[in-house]
């Protein structure tokens, strides 16, 4: 997806609007597949010389699965966001993204934005029973380590090494 922004050259330092949405492919996220609703972009665009400023918001929704129980889940993504765009910018060493001509690519920083969104770990919600037992089961170990007790039925594959060692502590 392309945006024009001709309107800027002709009235340069004039602020304006635009609204874009666009389709991103599935990403691997942490080993997990994540497929994203589009993604919408609105805000406005000013130029400057050869340097195009994006200010704006950007919504959608990451959908993957569930670390607890893995059933589905999702996460609303919205990001606020100020964008320099240059068309002698190198993407990997200056901090603004490249483009040619009167359009600007929004494909590239809407990933970046959309990803360094993404929670690493998506949580179905409040009616997870996996997530529920998990907790329940936490807060279970957290009380006996709280109390100095230690429930019977605790494994420490470990133990044993003390024997080892115990002959020769000095």
């Not at 922004?5 to 994540?34: H, M, N, W, Y």
């Not at 400057?48 to 569930?66: K, N, Q, R, S």
């Not at 029973?129 to 807060?139: C, G, I, P, S």
Request: hydrophobic share 35%; aromatic share 8%; charged share 30%.
């Amino acid at each position: 997806m392309e945006l024009d922004v001709s309107r800027g050259f002709i009235s340069q330092e004039t602020a304006f609007p635009f609204e874009a949405e666009l389709e991103l492919p599935p990403q691997d996220v942490c080993g997990e597949t994540v497929t994203f609703a589009p993604v919408k972009l609105s805000g406005k665009y000013t130029v400057y010389d050869d340097m195009v400023t994006l200010e704006g918001e950007l919504e959608t929704v990451a959908h993957g699965a569930c670390s607890v129980c893995m059933e589905p889940a999702q996460a609303p993504i919205a990001v606020s966001f100020t964008e320099r765009f240059r068309k002698d910018a190198n993407e990997e060493e200056d901090e603004c993204f490249a483009y040619e001509g009167k359009k600007l690519p929004l494909d590239h920083m809407a990933l970046t934005l959309v990803l360094l969104n993404t929670p690493m770990r998506f949580d179905c919600g409040t009616g997870c029973t996996a997530a529920v037992e998990l907790k329940a089961w936490n807060e279970a170990e957290k009380v006996w380590a709280e109390d100095g007790d230690e429930p019977q039925d605790t494994y420490r594959p470990f133990e044993g090494l003390k024997d080892l060692l115990g002959g020769e502590e000095q």
